[in-house]
């Protein structure tokens, strides 16, 4: 395929901004590795880049938002989970008038602790916005927050994927509803006086309405509000309630693991470092005809209100659906080397894909051929019910087979309701994605409980479900040893460890429930897979089982070290287990500064637990780095002085 690659420099902006297209696919970058970084004089700080997307005349199938994060080569990331939004400010050019959309909102990751080469991509469907993303269009990323600036910050890249085809739906009009920071609990200035009833005339050649809602809560009252509770929202179209739900989400599951500061406590629905998804919303409407939109929050008032709800919500009118008939495939979950998705990678068995239903008439069937390239494909008639613009998750049968190293896995649907699809082109996907590891018959599971126990326990299944052995929930004693020897049949295996409280077997805030470790073995004893401590809900590892000794995944190159508590007023362990001896450096370094405060240096250390009292030391963060070989392998924030 004939790749062209076009720049053009507007005549009104310095910097060229590069547009490329690939087939069907054209990539926008508005921001190419753009260094962020606070002003903490106003806490808000913008970065304007214009650039240009295809003309009105091109027919757009799909937009996609994709936010590319890393740490700047000149400086260490940034350490605070800040609300960044990425706004459409201006459309047409330098003279036009304010648009001032925003369509995509950024939560940042606690960097604090993230390598030079540490990047994470998040996506995000902005399809929804496509007539706005027309020709030149100046792009913002607005940063908050006001953490110093000359020391620490982000490189992001900022990408419009736009694929061509013809639109599932076409748009008539956009409108903003609501859009702004509005007070929580604050009986002078209750929210509702922000969230007054909408109404809008259907457009008459409109036949479908979508309503598309960011949301998120800030703040910190008495009862935690609005970052820390729970509140409900209410959507009302026409006098009806279609929607009511929690704003609120889990954060223990994040995909983005671990970070240096709360990463894992749940909040108003979001988490740090993510790219929220909007809440999406189809609707019937009659041109000509009034409706009516209200939005209403959980009454609430408090004495010494600080909450506030950062609300972005439109309607987007539209023409009717194009088709009756078509399904898309969405995503691959399963296997992939998404870092989205790597919490449930590399796996050997069962499949996960994302479909949606892109055709008017509800989706009761559809036929899934997926498989490796190299082995032979499989053929799964998924059956349901899933109405327009729905997607669903499926869980595909059999194992994931592959090669070493690098592998294709392909997902391809037809006959949807069993009629010819509408739009072949979204239905077929692939990913690249890594064998699961492969080990001997005789494995040991190394798991060290922390003070509390009581929320862990772990099972190990085979791939038909069958579970081969367990500890469970509520049967293992604190601060103790658990080696269990593993006797395991050729096949596929999935261990997975669990957390009910969501704070892993150590949580740098949860200094009460100590540290514990999970380590898995070999029957030498030598350390195959060392599990990050603080991994929140859960740990998941798929591995492959096989007698050929010459397939097997050698022994880990790198040690398993943890540090814990990292927030003390005197003394702090870590804990070091290798395969081999090796010249080991820990340093201790001031934050910010980077001053070597205390250098330690073992010859030839193989395993050891190592207690240092920082009491001497005045209140502040350093990080506790570990050197193997004159190579950074471990690097972890301490906090002295509570």
């Not at 399963?334 to 590399?346: A, D, E, F, M």
């Not at 998750?393 to 059999?398: A, F, K, R, T, V």
Request: aromatic share 12%; charged share 20%; net charge neutral.
């Amino acid at each position: 395929m004939k790749t062209i690659l076009l720049s053009l420099a507007l005549i009104f902006c310095s910097i060229p901004l590069l547009w490329s297209k690939t087939g069907d696919t054209i990539r926008v970058v508005s921001h190419n590795q753009t260094i962020v970084v606070t002003d903490p004089a106003t806490g808000v700080k913008a970065y304007r880049q214009w650039a240009v997307f295809p003309s009105a005349k091109v027919p757009v199938r799909k937009i996609n938002l994709l936010v590319t994060f890393g740490c700047p080569d000149s400086l260490r990331c940034a350490d605070w989970d800040y609300l960044d939004h990425i706004y459409i400010r201006r459309k047409g050019g330098v003279n036009s008038p304010s648009v001032d959309y925003p369509v995509g909102r950024m939560l940042t990751p606690y960097g604090g602790a993230f390598g030079q080469d540490w990047s994470f991509d998040w996506k995000s469907d902005i399809t929804d916005f496509s007539l706005l993303l027309r020709d030149s269009v100046e792009i913002e990323y607005e940063h908050t927050g006001y953490e110093p600036n000359d020391d620490r910050g982000w490189k992001i890249t900022i990408t419009f994927e736009i694929i061509e085809g013809k639109p599932v739906l076409e748009p008539v009009s956009i409108l903003k509803l609501y859009d702004g920071s509005f007070p929580y609990g604050d009986s002078t200035q209750h929210i509702e006086e922000n969230l007054k009833p909408v109404s809008f005339v259907a457009a008459k050649n409109a036949q479908h309405a979508r309503i598309l809602i960011f949301q998120t809560g800030h703040g910190m009252d008495a009862n935690g509000c609005g970052e820390f509770c729970s509140r409900y929202r209410e959507l009302w179209f026409d006098g009806k309630m279609i929607d009511k739900r929690n704003i609120w989400k889990k954060c223990g599951d994040n995909p983005l693991y671990p970070q240096a500061g709360t990463w894992l406590i749940d909040r108003a629905y979001w988490c740090p470092g993510y790219l929220q998804q909007p809440d999406v919303f189809d609707l019937p409407v009659t041109n000509g005809v009034e409706h009516t939109i209200d939005m209403n929050m959980e009454p609430y008032v408090t004495a010494n209100p600080s909450a506030n709800e950062r609300i972005s919500a439109y309607l987007i009118q539209y023409k009717k659906p194009a088709a009756q008939h078509d399904v898309a495939i969405e995503d691959i979950v399963v296997p992939t080397g998404s870092k989205t998705h790597l919490r449930k990678n590399p796996s050997c068995v069962n499949p996960v894909i994302v479909i949606r239903n892109m055709g008017s008439k509800p989706l009761t069937q559809c036929v899934i051929e997926y498989g490796t390239t190299g082995f032979n494909k499989r053929r799964y008639v998924w059956k349901g019910n899933l109405l327009f613009n729905r997607q669903t998750e499926i869980e595909l049968p059999g194992t994931i087979p592959g090669n070493a190293g690098e592998n294709i896995f392909t997902v391809s649907l037809t006959a949807p309701n069993e009629k010819k699809d509408a739009n072949s082109s979204d239905n077929t996907m692939h990913t690249v994605y890594t064998k699961a590891a492969v080990h001997g018959s005789a494995l040991v599971f190394h798991l060290r409980t922390n003070n509390q126990p009581q929320q862990n326990g772990y099972i190990v299944r085979s791939s038909d479900g069958k579970t081969m052995y367990e500890r469970a929930l509520g049967t293992l004693e604190a601060e103790t040893d658990y080696r269990d020897t593993l006797h395991l049949a050729p096949g596929c295996y999935e261990l997975v460890l669990k957390d009910t409280a969501d704070n892993g077997l150590e949580f740098w805030f949860n200094t009460r429930g100590g540290r514990g470790f999970a380590r898995l073995l070999n029957i030498k004893g030598q350390l195959l897979k060392h599990f990050d401590s603080d991994f929140g809900s859960e740990i998941y590892y798929s591995f492959e089982v096989s007698a050929d000794t010459t397939a097997l995944a050698l022994p880990d190159a790198l040690p398993a070290v943890g540090v814990f508590p990292t927030r003390t007023s005197g003394k702090t362990t870590m804990d070091y287990f290798s395969n081999s001896p090796q010249k080991v450096t820990v340093q201790l370094v001031a934050d910010p500064g980077g001053q070597v405060i205390e250098e330690h240096i073992y010859e030839q250390l193989k395993e050891g637990v190592f207690t240092y009292d920082l009491s001497y030391r005045p209140a502040q963060r350093y990080y506790l780095k570990v050197y193997v070989g004159g190579k950074l392998v471990f690097n972890k924030r301490v906090r002295v002085g509570g």
